[in-house]
């Protein structure tokens, strides 16, 4: 993929790739100042292989 800034929204069961703007950050957490709402269900795991409009199902992390 390109360097641009970019997460993926999950809009039911679907992964939208959605470009980003970045502010502070540091080695575990990230600043989004536009592009994704306060709420938005964000994949933060195994979305290195996804690709825009790729289907997906949600999996609850387990807590430890």
Do not use: C, M
Request: glycine share 6%; charged share 30%.
């Amino acid at each position: 993929r390109d360097k641009k800034a970019y997460v993926f929204v999950v809009e039911q069961d679907t992964a939208i790739l959605t470009p980003i703007a970045i502010g502070l950050e540091n080695a575990k957490e990230a600043e989004i100042l536009s592009g994704v709402s306060a709420g938005a269900a964000v994949s933060v795991w195994g979305h290195e292989n996804l690709n825009d409009k790729d289907k997906v199902a949600i999996q609850k992390r387990e807590e430890k």
